[in-house]
Structure formats: C-alpha cells, structure tokens
T-cell receptor, first 114, second 114 residues
Framework: ELKVEQNPLFLSMQEGKNYTIYCNYS?????LYWYRQDPGKSLESLFV?????AVKQEGRLMASLDTKARLSTLHITAAVHDLSATYFC??????????????FGTGTLLAVQP | EPEVTQTPSHQVTQMGQEVILRCVPI?????FYWYRQILGQKVEFLVS????????KSEIFDDQFSVERPDGSNFTLKIRSTKLEDSAMYFC????????????FGPGTRLTVT
C-alpha cells in the first residue's frame, strides 16, 4: 500500500525566512504533485513533477523530485504572509495505469507571521 | 478558462437519508474522480470512472456509494444511507487523457450529516 508522509505537519515561520517541506513516499512512482489549499477551499495545483531530478519554480516556491530516494521537497524562499495555507503533496498510486489515483500526504499547515 | 463545477456547495442531511452530489467536469475530459476530505484531515481517493464504468475504487467506497454519468455533462456521487462519518468535503476531479498527469479539482461540496 502506497503511503505518503509529509513533514512538518505544522510550520510557523517569519516573513522573509526560508524553509523546506518534505514529502516521502513508499513505492515507485514518477508522478508527484504539489497542491495548495486555503481554508474551506479547493485544491490549487502548484507543481507536477514527472521525472527524477525534476525541479520547478514558481515565484517563491520551488519543488524538486528524487525518485530514487522517493522524496520531494517544496522550498519556500523569503516567505510572505500570502503563502499561508495548507500544502499537500500527492503521488500517483496507479502509476502506469489508465487512470490516476492520487494518494495524498497528511498536509503541512504553513503560517507565515509578519 | 474551463473549470470543474460542483453543486451544491453545502448539503445538510439527516442520518439515513440519501444524498446526490453533482459535478460537471471539464467538457472534453474523459476521466472522472471523487475524493473526500474529512475536516482537518488529508484528501482521500474514493473512485475513478471512465467509459461509463468504475475503473478503481478505494476501501472507503463501499456499497453505500455509487457513481453515475447520467448524461453527457454531469457526474454524480450518491450516498444511499448517510452516516455521521460521511460528513466531509467531497471533491470531484477530471482529467483529459488516458494516464493524463493533470487532474483538475472542483470547488467541493461540504456534506454535513446530522
């Protein structure tokens, strides 16, 4: 059974600081997703990582994937308050199949303090 | 920009009642999914659907649940006899192609069972 773990579960950081969220998963998959969720809202796609060594950046967020280590990271640079949200990683649990089955991590609640 | 829509946004029902949650996927998409998120927890896969049949379902998706594409646009999730533990946010998602890497999520329906 595919398991996806994130840490930390909760992250309180000051504006302007850098930090990294980690996502580990238990079985082979080359598709790793990062989503953002604001309270009471839906899931906003941030990044889709499709191969070992993939790195994608958007604004203050950068995501990377190491399929050998089964690890993805979401790095936050110079955090601002607007980044406060819950961040989920998800792994395709049906890799190679016709349909996707996203297995989500536990989520990291990020609170950026002024 | 095309988007997945869901109705209602909030549904309150009594235990034992049947509910139908409705989704309109993006029009040229062929693969449809339901996920749920119990308050404060991670997002969980329920079922995937393609070519008018279920492709895969999770352990959560027991006999009380069913899905249907009654016409060319709607995709529904029915819970036959709701239980208190069915209270959650239910997200519909769709994707375009076989093994498509991107799933697009709707805004969700908050189901409250009293």
């Amino acid at each position: 059974e595919l398991k996806v773990e994130q840490n930390p579960l909760f992250l309180s950081m000051q504006e302007g600081k850098n930090y990294t969220i980690y996502c580990n998963y238990s079985t082979t998959s080359d598709r790793l997703y990062w989503y953002r969720q604001d309270p009471g809202k839906s899931l906003e796609s941030l990044f889709v990582l499709l191969s070992n060594g993939a790195v994608k950046q958007e604004g203050r967020l950068m995501a990377s994937l190491d399929t050998k280590a089964r690890l993805s990271t979401l790095h936050i640079t110079a955090a601002v308050h607007d980044l406060s949200a819950t961040y989920f990683c998800a792994v395709d649990g049906n890799y190679g199949g016709a349909t996707n089955k996203l297995i989500f991590g536990t989520g990291t609640l990020l609170a950026v303090q002024p | 920009e095309p988007e997945v829509t869901q109705t209602p946004s909030h549904q309150v029902t009594q235990m034992g009642q049947e509910v139908i949650l409705r989704c309109v996927p993006i029009s040229n998409h062929l693969y449809f999914y339901w996920y749920r998120q119990i308050l404060g927890q991670k997002v969980e896969f329920l079922v995937s659907f393609y070519n008018n049949e279920i492709s895969e379902k999770s352990e959560i998706f027991d006999d009380q649940f069913s899905v249907e594409r009654p016409d060319g646009s709607n995709f529904t999730l029915k819970i036959r006899s709701t239980k208190l533990e069915d209270s959650a946010m239910y997200f519909c998602a769709s994707s375009e192609l076989a093994g498509s890497v991107e799933q697009y999520f709707g805004p969700g329906t908050r189901l409250t069972v009293t």
